[in-house]
């Protein structure tokens, strides 16, 4: 029997200034990303969401073929890291359809310090909520203290990894994700 149920990928990513000297990494491993998930079968949305300290959603469950690539318009970096409120606004503003299967990938290479609408404590909850309806979430960042934030907010330390800020560690946080979000969109 065949799960025609729809498939999401939610992008959270990070344009703070301590991305500085980082942006073209992001840009041409997010590109990566997208191209490859345009080339497979099937129907897929995207919903991606750029912070510093205002949070942008540049695409709202847009189906993944017709999301356009990310240019240097959009991804520059600057700001503090509001992350907090970045994942806040879209979990509240972002709500797929029923049934749908959803992968959340968050990419940060900062610490949270700049948010002034949700807590931590807002935050675990709207993470714990979004988990008990079957959403995915992966969590990567530069800092060490990555894992205790991810304990600390909710999000599964399976689902939560450690990145080098440079072009390959970034690299391979897109890759990863890509490819997680690639056999979600297999399942049956």
Not at 4 to 26: A, F, P, V
Not at 49 to 63: E, G, K, N, T, V
Request: some cysteine.
């Amino acid at each position: 029997m065949k799960n025609n149920s729809i498939k999401e990928m939610i992008c959270i990513l990070d344009q703070s200034g301590s991305m500085y000297g980082r942006e073209e990494d992001t840009i041409r491993s997010y590109n990566d990303m997208l191209k490859e998930q345009k080339q497979q079968e099937g129907e897929a949305y995207i919903t991606t969401a750029l912070f510093s300290d205002q949070c942008h959603i540049l695409y709202r469950h847009m189906p993944i073929r017709q999301a356009e690539a990310l240019t240097q318009m959009e991804y520059h970096a600057y700001g503090n890291t509001a992350l907090f409120d970045a994942i806040g606004t879209v979990f509240e503003e972002v709500e797929p359809e029923k049934d749908e299967k959803v992968l959340v990938f968050i990419m940060t290479d900062g610490m949270e310090n700049a948010s002034i609408q949700y807590d931590q404590k807002k935050v675990r909850h709207l993470i714990q909520e979004k988990q008990r309806k079957g959403w995915e979430i992966l969590f990567f960042g530069t800092e060490m203290r990555i894992l205790d934030l991810a304990e600390e907010t909710g999000i599964k330390k399976e689902h939560t990894m450690y990145y080098s800020k440079d072009f390959e560690g970034i690299r391979t946080g897109y890759e990863l994700a890509g490819n997680r979000f690639s056999e979600i969109r297999k399942e049956k």
